[in-house]
Structure formats: C-alpha cells, structure tokens
C-alpha cells in the first residue's frame, strides 16, 4: 500500500494548474448515456474515480475512449445494470439512474453502500424518479426504476441538511426526455449542478433557473452528441490556496475557476491571507499564523464542506481559537484525531470543533479516513516540523490529480513510498 513522506516546514513558491472537475466530471459522463450520439468531454482529470466511471459505462455496453483528459462516449444501446462490485467503489456510479430511466425507461443500479464521512441516502433520488412516473422497487441491494412513460412534475427535492447535488443533478438528466415541464424545487444551487444543466442545454435540452432554489425543465424527444469542455477544481484549487498559506509561501494557481470560489476566498482572507485575482488565475500568500475564523458549512454559497478538514489543518496553527461546525455530514471530523497527533489542540464537541491554534506541529505517522481528511493530513505535513507518513492515501487518488508531483514543483519535499504487504 502506498504512503506519502513528508518533510515539513518549507513555504511553497511556484505555479500550480487546476484539474479539471471531479465532481462535474462524473455526472457529466453519465449523461452521455442520455443519446445515441457520440459526446466528446475535455479537461477530465485524470482520477481512479474517472476510470471507475468508466468502467461502469464499459459494463453497460457504452464505448468510450479516453486519451489523457478527453474522453469520447458512445452510448448507442446500454444494456445490464449497474453491479454492486463497481458501484461499491464510487457513490457517484448513482448518476446512470436518471440518464437509463429517462432514455431507456427502465434503470437498474446497486444500493452505493456506506461512506466513511456519514450517511448519504439516495431517497430523495428515488423521489424524484417516482414523482416523474416511475415504479421504483429496493431489492436485494439493487434499485430498480422503470416507466411506460415519464411525465412532468413539481418535484420538491431539499432535504433534512439542505438541497442535495445529488438528487437535482440525477433528477434533472431524468426529466429532460420527460413530457411536459418539471420544476425541481428545492434544487442545489452548486457550480456543479450548472455545468451539467449547460451540458444538457448543449445537447438540446431546455432547462432554465439552474443556479438558483428552482430549475424548470421542459422535455424534448431527443438530445444530440456534442463536445464540452469540463470545469476547473474548485476545490482543488481550494485546497492549494491552503497550502501556500499554511506554509507561509505563494502559489500561483493557473486556471482557477474564482468565480466559484468566493466562499473560500473570503474565509481565507479574513484570516489574513492575501489574494491577488488576474483573469482565471488566483496568487495566494500568507507570510504570517492565520487569525482566528467561525465557520459553519453549508451548501453553496456557504463554506463547502469539502474545505472543511483543509482549513481545520490551517486554523490548528492559528493565532486564538477557531470553531469549525460541520453542518452537511455528521462524521466529517475524522481528521481531527491525526491532527492532534501532530500537536494539534482540537476539541470535539458534537458536530462542532473547538481550535485552539498552537504555533508549530509535529511531523507524525498519521492514516487518512477519507478524501478531504487526506488533504488536510498532507497539508499538515507540509507545516509540520520533522517528518510526517500518511498511509492510506488511496483516498486521495479519488480526487486529486497528481497531487505530490504538483506540490513537488512548488518546493513540497514529499515522496510517494510503496510497502509491500502493509494493510
């Protein structure tokens, strides 16, 4: 099993490119399954979780063709369903329903399974589905959708934590082969959902509203293959913005999409970070200990809650103390543990952390828990005094593409280390 080795205690200076999109990428292919025309993505990055897509679509029959972050997708007649041994693997593998139920009128997908940062049901997609006509039956660990036809509906969609991204975008690739309109109140309003509704346009659909509570859609009987370009990171971005402050450097981030990341530039700055915006590059510096922040996530435009854990590593070393309330998952503090192996001074108390900054941490062998725990645990490192291992860091292949080569270039002394036989 591969680890990073990290020696800590070195500012960052140099440029960085944002990666395209993970989580606009994965609906985005998805929604090729919506015709029988060839549709050409750009700017996929190059993540195990692109492949695990593709890999399902491969399952189903569907041709694609990737060569480096393009991709072409072919989905002439898809056939099966989607088995529980890919689906298992990436949650995201949920998007065919809606694109198989709108074209096919008939889907067939595994239960995702659990997730390490808390629960994530699938009901208001199934919801959604039924509210459109379809029957839908869970057997057997497998959701099963059909319909003799769809039809427009007003389909309210948010839920007990707030709008789901989710359920709107699977929702919406749904409805627009559907007849007659549908309105999805409720709807997130995260750059993710519109890029995927400008995809669906680009290919014929008429959705309207994107961006705001209420999406309106009304159906058409076919969408065209086109060609699209996929969106820059915004969280990879964000979490690079994090690392040239934490370390106290300047980083140059080359194809920063800032217009989507005002609720983690803010934040930043507050604390005394400085950032300079020219065109789709962002410059972020930081020469001194963060001031202290009260942050609460929320869905966008809030503070997202895949910054969380990067800036929980950032506050660790700040000036007072910090409070961190994660609003969207309910075990999303799993970082905090190996934070405070590292000397880190944070208190848990319930879905609220309680920061304390201290002036340095200590390098440590720490394990990552998830994705966004990965980063924030590298991050750390790179402060850190002495040398830190972070060990399961097959999380962060999932979303971050080429992350030790990109923070390398910027003057970051880390390695990745294989170990034979090690769990």
């Known amino acids: 099993m591969d680890k990073l080795v990290i020696s800590g205690g070195h500012p960052l200076h140099g440029e960085v490119k944002v990666s395209g999109s993970k989580n606009a990428a994965l609906p985005l292919m998805a929604a090729c399954l919506l015709t029988d025309e060839p549709c050409t993505l750009t700017n996929l990055p190059d993540l195990v979780d692109i492949t695990t897509m593709t890999e399902l679509l491969t399952y189903l029959g569907v041709g694609a063709e990737r060569d480096g972050n393009r991709i072409t997708i072919e989905a002439r007649k898809p056939e099966g369903e ?50 459109l006509g379809a ?19 007003d389909i309210h969609l948010r ?22 309109q549908t309105k999805i109140i409720g709807a997130a309003a995260e750059p993710e959902v519109c890029i995927v509704a400008g995809f669906l346009n680009k290919m014929g659909a008429k959705i309207a509203g994107y961006g705001t ?23 990879e971005a964000g979490t690079y913005a994090v690392a040239a402050t934490i370390t106290r450097g300047r980083i140059i981030l080359r194809n920063a999409p800032s217009a989507h990341m005002g609720n983690i530039i803010q934040p930043l700055l507050e604390a005394g970070g400085e950032i300079e915006a020219s065109g789709k590059h962002l410059t972020v510096s930081m020469m001194r200990r963060p001031s202290p922040l ?23 070393l700040g000036e007072g103390t910090s409070i961190v309330a994660e609003n969207i998952f309910e075990n999303r503090f799993m970082q905090a543990m190996e934070l405070q ?3 880190a001074e944070i208190t848990i108390q319930g879905t609220t952390a309680v920061i304390n900054g201290t002036d340095h941490l200590s390098g440590a062998e720490v ?25 399961r860091i097959y999380h962060l292949d999932r979303g971050y593409e080429g992350l030790e080569q990109k923070l390398a270039s910027v003057g970051g002394e880390i390695k990745r280390v294989s170990v034979p036989g090690d769990e």
């Open 135 to 153: 029957e839908v039956a869970v057997e057997e660990g497998y959701v099963h959708a059909k319909a003799a036809k769809l039809e427009g509906s």
């Open 294 to 316: 009260v942050i609460n996530t929320a869905p966008y435009p809030g503070f997202p809650t895949d910054m969380q854990a990067q800036f929980m590593a950032w506050l660790s």
């Open 213 to 235: 509570p209420e999406i309106t859609i009304q159906g058409v009987k076919r969408l065209s293959g086109v060609e699209f370009e996929n969106m820059p990171d915004r969280i």
């Open 341 to 343: 192996r590292m000397g």
């Open 367 to 391: 394990m990552a828990s998830d994705l966004r725990a990965s980063a924030a645990l590298v991050l750390a490192g790179l402060a850190a005094k002495g040398t830190t291992t972070v060990s």
């Open 159 to 180: 839920g007990t934590k707030g709008p789901s991204v989710g359920a709107t975008i699977n929702v919406m690739m749904a409805a627009v082969l559907a007849e007659g």
């Open 82 to 131: 989607a088995p529980y041994d890919i689906v298992r693997k990436m949650r995201a593998s949920y998007y065919v329903l809606g694109p198989l139920l709108s074209r096919f009128r008939e889907a067939k997908i595994s239960l995702p399974g659990g997730c390490a940062i808390g629960a994530r049901p699938i009901d208001l997609h199934i919801k959604g589905m039924e509210k």
